[in-house]
């Protein structure tokens, strides 16, 4: 995982600035000089995640606001558990309140979905990955929350990493010529990884050379089938993930075809915020 210090004052930043703008107005009703004590609780289990970009929030705009935390990024909260309590000026707690609450629930949101679908393939070898469907701008942070919940980081963008999808091969003129020119121009220590539809083009894909492959919305015997014929064809050193149309309901069948990972979209763009409050 790369450093996140940068990543998260530019975050905290850019949200400070969006909400809080060239002043609170309605926080400016409170004494400048006014000291409180604020709480926050959860409302639901989830898998606590954002613990640094929450007390950044706070700290930007008051170095000396102290953040007491009862729990720890991966850990799990139950219903009404205090998270946290936060001591400082009043002003502050009020304006950095929202975009602190923001962070927290959202990775948290993260944290928590990819730690049920790590949990219903508990047992099984199948490591659980993340995908580029990223909220923009909030890469970095959803994919610290991905691990936080148990899961494994795919490519973090388009230059660390060489995966082939539908639209490349099609443009490329095929899974095989694709595959030829990425074998030409990636750099010794960048992955490639090449997506196929069918298992006519796994067939290509692996005499091509393939080592990494995407089997995209395969059907649960189709991914036997296709684990069966790699392991035939190419031993064990091929990695098989699958990808497309998985739930929480159908994930365990697909781990237990074979494949090594299946990516899943859904742990970064279908989430729901954790319900979080915070009191004075």
């Known amino acids: 995982m790369k450093d996140l210090s940068e990543e998260i004052k530019n975050n905290v930043s850019l949200a400070l600035a969006e909400d809080i703008g060239p002043g609170d107005l309605t926080a400016s009703l409170i004494p400048a000089d006014k000291e409180l004590v604020a709480t926050v609780v959860s409302r639901e289990p989830a898998i606590l995640c954002g613990m640094q970009w929450f007390e950044r929030c706070f700290q930007t705009l008051c170095e000396d606001t102290q953040v007491y935390w009862s729990a720890k990024d991966g850990d799990e909260l139950q219903a009404l558990q205090e998270v946290c309590r936060i001591k400082g000026n009043a002003r502050v ?66 230059y660390d990493g060489i995966l082939i999808k539908e639209n490349h091969v099609a443009a490329a003129g095929g899974v095989d010529l694709a595959l030829k020119k990425a074998q030409e121009v990636a750099p010794p220590d ?17 005499k091509a050379g393939a080592s990494m492959i995407l089997l995209d919305n395969f059907g649960i015997d189709q991914l036997r089938d296709a684990v069966k014929f790699t392991r035939l064809q190419s031993g064990e050193h091929v990695v098989l993930e699958a990808s ?26 279908d989430i729901k915020a954790i319900d979080l409050s915070m009191r004075f």
């Open 93 to 158: 707690l009020l304006s950095a309140e929202r975009p602190a609450l923001n962070f927290l629930q959202t990775l948290s949101a993260v944290a928590t979905q990819t730690k049920r679908f790590v949990d219903a393939v508990s047992g099984t070898s199948v490591s659980i990955v993340d995908t580029r469907k990223t909220i923009p701008g909030l890469r970095l942070a959803q994919k610290y929350a991905v691990k936080c919940g148990g899961g494994t980081n795919h490519r973090f963008g388009l």
């Open 244 to 269: 497309g149309n998985i739930t929480l309901e159908n994930v365990r069948q697909m781990a237990v075809t074979g494949v090594d990972r299946i990516s899943i979209g859904g742990l970064t763009k």
């Open 190 to 206: 960048v992955f490639i990884q090449i997506e196929v539809e069918s298992l006519q083009e796994l067939q290509i894909a692996l």
